[in-house]
């Protein structure tokens, strides 16, 4: 009869691999299932991710950071511009009593590290290559593998999966396609960058930001409105790297050898429910959200920042505790209305979003009671 875990965690990415360490430290058994090769990755390109300062404590605390392994680059200073260049909001690292705005980590690297620290963990087992199909959610969970007869059991199921995920399909789960008609490109460029400063830009004709990666290079986001990408032709002989500058200016002249390292439509999904029985979803099968703000991945630390915290009382009679499951469920709502709002009265360049826009950034250039409140919203400030 196969071994019980207390967990069985499906998705061997940042989300599967940062919940799977966090609970193992709480001495829990954990299964981590991977449906590709579970190891060090290797990369010679730099993809970002920002991670907020509320999710740089929760690792250092946890001794989940190590800045020798982590290629990082500390954002000391943020610049908002929203349409024009009279509704600008600055900000820096004095509004936070010195302390950082976040850091842009190498997400390989990254998940390397947390892959290694997972791979020496004595309570945790990984199965890599396999694909799994769920046999039951009540406890004991029953998960098979699709290519063998084995059997992987646990009390509890908790999937990390990419959007579009077929488990919450499976579970009749339910929900919600968002479609902002855009397309997200990222590019590296050569840049002599010495500020540690990061730029968001909202524009007509998308969005924008740049990300500091090392003194002699940037990586720039750019979430194009689709009826504009003829006029940047990214993938073309032909880019028009002068536009994207223009909509980049005045933070960042002469792009300088830009590499393409991803693109993807920006059509996202959540689910309407994200909870059920004795399973739990986090990450992009929960929720996948628009880059701007980079909140998607620092969201899911929060959720599982919670479980570390509830670990005591994360499990009630056999079954997620329904208090923790509400502390989570009421900062996943909070969260999804903040970026409905935003992707409705912000984004886009109409009158609404213009006068929202400027009364918007000029409040928050007046009060600094209200300066500091937003500033610690964005950056994950507990």
């Known amino acids: 009869m196969p071994k019980k875990n207390d967990f069985i965690i499906v998705g061997g990415g940042l989300v599967g691999c940062l919940t799977s360490l966090i609970l193992s430290k709480k001495n829990y058994t954990i299964c981590l299932i991977e449906k590709k090769t579970f190891k060090h990755i290797i990369s010679d390109n730099f993809t970002p991710l920002s991670l907020t300062i509320n999710t740089i404590h929760f690792l250092k605390k946890h001794d989940l950071w190590n800045s020798s392994y982590i ?8 610049t908002v511009k929203l349409f024009n260049s009279f509704n600008i909001m ?13 850091s842009v980590v190498d997400k390989s690297s990254f998940l390397s590290y947390l892959i290694d620290n997972c791979k ?26 699709t290519d063998s007869k084995s059997t992987i059991t646990g009390d509890y199921l908790i999937i990390t999966d990419g959007a579009d995920s077929q488990f919450a399909k499976n579970l009749d789960m339910g929900s919600l396609s968002f479609n902002y008609d855009q397309t997200s490109y990222m590019f590296n460029t050569n840049y002599q960058h010495l500020s540690k400063g990061a730029f968001q830009i909202f524009s007509r004709k998308g969005i924008f930001a740049i990300l ?23 993938e073309s002989e032909n880019a028009n790297f002068d536009i994207l500058e223009m909509e980049l200016a005045p933070y960042l002249r002469g792009i300088d050898k830009p590499k393409l390292i991803y693109k993807y439509p920006l059509n996202t999904s959540r689910l309407v429910a994200w909870s059920k029985q004795n399973v739990i979803f986090l990450g992009n099968s929960s929720q996948l959200i628009h880059p701007f703000g980079a909140q998607g991945f620092n969201f899911a630390a929060d959720c599982i920042q919670v479980i570390s915290d509830k670990s005591e009382d994360l499990l009630l009679d056999s079954e997620f505790n329904p208090e923790i499951l509400n502390i989570i469920n009421k900062k996943r709502n909070a969260l999804l209305k903040s970026v409905d709002f935003t992707s409705s009265a912000l984004m886009r360049n109409s009158i609404l979003a213009n006068v929202c826009s400027s009364v918007f950034s000029r409040t928050i250039n007046l009060s600094s009671t209200l300066r500091k409140s937003f500033l610690k919203k964005i950056v994950g400030m507990n």
């Open 212 to 234: 500091p990666f090392n003194d002699n290079s940037v990586s720039i986001v750019a979430s194009i409105y689709n009826e504009f990408i003829d006029d940047f032709a990214f």
């Open 90 to 102: 600055r900000f820096c690292s004095d509004d936070l009593y010195g302390e950082e705005l976040g």
């Open 71 to 78: 290629k990082a680059s500390e954002i000391k200073e943020l």
């Open 120 to 145: 020496k963990c004595k309570n945790i087992n990984v199965v890599d290559e396999a694909d799994v199909d769920i046999e039951s959610i009540t406890s004991p969970i029953k998960l098979s593998q």
